[in-house]
């Protein structure tokens, strides 16, 4: 791993340091320049990863042409079509890189072949599909039932980091509001 500490990066991960070794064996660190699209539709999505450094953007067009930003993702996220992940579907998903971004892939196949050789493994994959589960899950309740306003604030809460990090414009489309409907509830916090 490129000079990232591993000890604070097993603890990102609740594991020891050895357990991560292991993981790294199986795994590849990539870097990713500003830009770069990591996934496509159309595609399986046989991977997934963790973001070491930088930030990364889910998002989907619709057909009007429009992005919409599904998730926002920033240091020690997982990220991946996870749906195509675990179905071998084909991805309606564009994943990219919204700054040079440096993370660790995984394959399926790697991972499955971890889980067959220790229950710890095993453990670290269902911990990894709850994650994906709940951050799906609070997106919707977030959508459905919270004001933009609240929706902001909650990003807010859960990771500053994204507010400074990303863009407004991809901000406001996982909002669900304009740019300049960002820059009022903005002005309106501050």
């Known amino acids: 791993m490129s000079g ?3 000890q604070l990066f097993s ?17 590849e660190t990539v870097v ?7 996934a496509f539709p159309r595609n399986v999505c046989d991977k ?36 195509s992940y675990i179905s071998g579907s ?12 440096e993370a660790l892939l995984f394959d399926k196949k790697s991972i499955d072949t971890l889980c067959d050789r220790d229950v710890f493994w095993l453990k670290f994959s269902k911990k990894m599909s709850d994650v994906a589960f709940l951050e799906a899950k609070e997106r919707l309740d977030d959508l459905l039932f919270n004001t933009p306003e609240e929706r902001y604030n909650n990003l807010l809460r859960k990771s500053g980091e994204v507010i400074q990090k990303i863009p407004q414009k991809y901000i406001s489309t996982y909002l669900g509001i304009t740019p300049q409907s960002l820059s009022r509830i903005r002005k309106r916090i501050v």
């Open 90 to 101: 084909k991805s309606e998903l564009i994943l990219e890189a919204i700054l040079d971004t």
């Open 32 to 38: 990713y320049k500003k830009g770069d699209k990591i």
């Open 48 to 83: 997934l990863g963790v973001i070491v450094d930088g930030a990364i953007r889910t998002y989907a067009v619709n057909d009007k042409g429009q992005e919409i930003s599904y998730l926002l993702q920033v240091n020690g996220s997982f990220f991946g079509d996870y749906k």
């Open 4 to 6: 990232i500490d591993k």
């Open 11 to 27: 603890e990102l991960l609740e594991m020891t340091v050895q357990r991560l070794d292991e993981l790294l064996e199986v795994g």
